[in-house]
């Protein structure tokens, strides 16, 4: 009988978000240069308009050094979010398959950090972009931080179990069995 993570349902749920985001990042990776900028030039703008009310008022030399900075900071955020929640479902996605045997945790670590590896090797046949060790390494902590999310979870959510469990052997129907 099929329990817990290794339901065949969730199996192919978390193998199928995994596969989406990978592709996810695949397609952002293909975007020339300029429509990346694009891209990321529109996050940069609310995030001006939030952190920088006056910033129509301010001197051009000004608002393109804070725009330029801004962006940065966007594009590298987007490289940590995207590789943390590719991280969080390969490690959930590794337990569905495996039953949660050891080395899980690392593992995640290393697909998600040679998936990043081809993802910028990727990027230096695309027009206008560069493949950089930078990134990989952003990728790579983001990967690390999602799937530690992910085994944070496994291990509360298991704990938790455990209790509810033990509490139910304990008093079934919720009534105080007397000894």
């Given at each position: 009988m099929e329990r817990g993570w290794r339901r065949t349902w969730i199996r192919v749920v978390l193998t199928t978000m995994t596969a989406a985001v990978m592709l996810l990042i695949f397609f952002f990776s293909t975007e020339s240069a300029e429509r990346s900028d694009r891209t990321s030039g529109v996050f940069a703008r609310v995030v001006i308009g939030i952190a920088y009310p006056d910033y129509d008022q301010m001197p051009e030399d000004e608002q393109k050094e804070i725009y330029n900075v801004v962006q940065h900071l966007v594009r590298k955020t987007a490289h940590f979010t995207e590789y943390a929640l590719l991280g969080l479902l390969i490690r959930f996605c590794?337990?569905?398959?495996?039953?949660?045997r050891k080395h899980l945790l690392p593992a995640s670590w290393v697909f998600g950090t040679l998936y990043a590896v081809t993802d910028e090797l990727h990027q230096l046949l695309t027009d206008g972009r560069a493949g950089r060790w930078k990134d990989v390494a952003i990728d790579s902590s983001g990967v690390l931080t999602g799937a530690v999310i992910a085994a944070v979870v496994l291990v509360l959510g298991s704990r938790a179990y455990?209790?509810?469990?033990e509490k139910e052997d304990r008093e079934p129907d919720g009534v105080l069995q007397e000894q």
């Amino acid at each position: 009988m099929e329990r817990g993570w290794r339901r065949t349902w969730i199996r192919v749920v978390l193998t199928t978000m995994t596969a989406a985001v990978m592709l996810l990042i695949f397609f952002f990776s293909t975007e020339s240069a300029e429509r990346s900028d694009r891209t990321s030039g529109v996050f940069a703008r609310v995030v001006i308009g939030i952190a920088y009310p006056d910033y129509d008022q301010m001197p051009e030399d000004e608002q393109k050094e804070i725009y330029n900075v801004v962006q940065h900071l966007v594009r590298k955020t987007a490289h940590f979010t995207e590789y943390a929640l590719l991280g969080l479902l390969i490690r959930f996605c590794l337990q569905s398959w495996t039953g949660g045997r050891k080395h899980l945790l690392p593992a995640s670590w290393v697909f998600g950090t040679l998936y990043a590896v081809t993802d910028e090797l990727h990027q230096l046949l695309t027009d206008g972009r560069a493949g950089r060790w930078k990134d990989v390494a952003i990728d790579s902590s983001g990967v690390l931080t999602g799937a530690v999310i992910a085994a944070v979870v496994l291990v509360l959510g298991s704990r938790a179990y455990i209790a509810a469990k033990e509490k139910e052997d304990r008093e079934p129907d919720g009534v105080l069995q007397e000894q």
